[in-house]
Nanobody, 124 residues
């Protein structure tokens, strides 16, 4: 089992930045690939970013490419999502999720473990 806890959400003005954290406990976190997803009210959960196990590869949804950066610190069992140039359309609950396969996946169903989510609200 892997337990995930997100933090770092909040209210920010358009153009601002936030850094989300996904802290893991349980099994060896370095063996798990991690994805960030988000869900806005009335919309389906959508893929945001992915980071594999070592050797690291990353992948981003087109909507956030160039603005968001995913990274991980295995010594701290934590994955981060640095979000810059935030816009109102980025408002959502952000979730991190983990899976044991290192292959890239944008599908939420491929992830075994999920955090409880953290709210990000961007005001215009």
């Amino acid at each position: 089992q892997v337990q995930l806890v997100e933090s770092g959400g909040g209210l920010v003005q358009a153009g601002g930045s936030l850094r989300l954290s996904c802290a893991a406990s349980g099994r060896t976190f370095s063996n798990y690939a991690v994805g960030w997803f988000r869900q806005a009210p009335g919309k389906e959960r959508e893929f945001v970013a992915f980071i594999s196990t070592t050797p690291l590869t990353t992948y981003y949804a087109d909507a956030v490419k160039g603005r968001f950066t995913i990274s991980r610190d295995n010594a701290k069992n934590t994955v981060y999502l640095q979000m810059n140039s935030l816009a109102p359309e980025d408002t959502a609950v952000y979730y991190c999720a983990a899976k044991s396969s290192r292959a890239l996946s944008q599908g939420a169903r491929m992830y075994n473990y999920w955090g409880q989510g953290t709210q990000v609200t961007v005001s215009s």
